[in-house]
């Protein structure tokens, strides 16, 4: 059973981030506060759910949640500040969009800089352990999945309707056949053997 609440702080918030891996496309970040009587029957980390699922939670968590707030960034800022800053950027953005402003935060994973002095704990494989953090990673991984299908029509041949950019043989393939586009992000090792001259 995933727990509701880590501190005892009234507005706690979970947050969590999508598309880390990924060589094409923005870091997505989700931050949420649920109310204290909050349940949702099927709520896991998102990894752990079908794209069905996830889809058919969004609504439910949007419309019960406290606050939600969502942040691209985008394969530039990730490339300038590299994929870890841009990820803790992504969710700290979340938070200070947030209204109430949290109390406390919770972060799914091990790294996070403070914002506005609000206190945090980081949570290893949160995302499967509170609600809240759940719930912002489902949001993430939606609201990014949708991103990529949007450009995924300027630029089929990568299919990122199918791999949102995750460097699957398929999304490689179609880098080593076309190249880059501008969404790839180029501080990424794209294809495995880059560094190699065909002779």
Not at 68 to 78: A, E, P, R
Not at 106 to 134: C, E, H, Q, W
Not at 155 to 182: D, S
């Amino acid at each position: 059973m995933l727990k509701l609440k880590f501190s005892d702080f009234p507005f706690e918030a979970g947050t969590d981030e999508a598309g880390r891996g990924c060589l094409a496309g923005p870091v997505t970040a989700a931050a949420v506060i649920l109310p204290l009587d909050f349940s949702l029957e099927l709520l896991n980390d998102s990894k752990q759910l079908s794209e069905k699922i996830r889809e058919k939670l969004k609504p439910l968590i949007e419309q019960r949640a406290v606050s939600f707030s969502v942040t691209h960034l985008d394969h530039k800022i990730i490339d300038e500040i590299n994929i870890l800053n841009a990820s803790i950027k992504a969710m700290q953005q979340c938070i200070i969009n947030l209204n109430p402003t949290p109390d406390y935060i919770i972060i799914d994973g091990n790294r996070f800089k403070t914002v506005n002095n609000i206190p945090f704990s980081t949570i290893v494989k949160g995302d499967s352990k509170y609600l809240s953090i759940a719930a912002a990673s489902v949001l993430a991984k939606t609201y990014r999945d949708e991103y990529m299908n949007q450009i995924h029509e300027e630029f089929p041949m990568y299919n990122w309707k199918k791999n949102k950019g995750y460097p699957t043989a398929e999304h490689r393939e179609a880098i080593r056949k076309y190249g880059t586009t501008k969404y790839h992000r180029m501080s990424f090792r794209l294809l495995p053997e880059q560094l190699k001259l065909e002779l």
